[in-house]
């Protein structure tokens, strides 16, 4: 059984910084990448990031591109999220996702399981 558990929002200040973890448990090899989407209140659910377990290839939206950096933790089957810089937009529910699926690294439909999310508030 495939199990996605995020850890690690809170509530930070402009310019601060949080490190997100997504633990998984049950994938087989054929999910070969975790992406991490965010939902803010009254938005759609948008892509922020994504890491190819196999060989390490990420992707960043342009909103985050130079902020944030995923990496992962294979001995621990856990990949992270590290924000810094962080702004009062970046606040949103984030969730960490897996797709065993070739396509648009950033459409949600494409990912097959879902952590339960964690929350991320940045004040200004």
């Known amino acids: 059984q495939v199990q996605l558990v995020e850890s690690g929002g809170g509530l930070v200040q402009r310019g601060g910084s949080l490190r997100l973890s997504c633990a998984a448990s049950?994938?087989?090899?054929?999910?070969?990448?975790i992406g991490w989407f965010r939902q803010a209140p009254g938005k759609e659910r948008e892509g922020v990031s994504q890491?190819?377990?196999?060989?390490?290839?990420?992707h960043y939206s342009d909103s985050v591109k130079g902020r944030f950096t995923v990496s992962t933790d294979n001995a621990r089957n856990t990949v992270n999220l590290q924000m810094n810089s962080l702004k009062p937009e970046d606040t949103a529910v984030y969730y960490c996702?897996?797709?065993?699926?070739?396509?648009?690294?950033?459409?949600?439909?494409?990912?097959?399981?879902w952590g339960q999310g964690t929350q991320v508030t940045v004040s200004s």
């Open positions: 049950g994938l087989t090899s054929d999910y070969y990448a």
């Open positions: 890491i190819n377990l196999a060989d390490g290839t990420t």
């Open positions: 996702a897996a797709t065993n699926r070739l396509a648009t690294w950033s459409i949600d439909i494409f990912y097959n399981y």
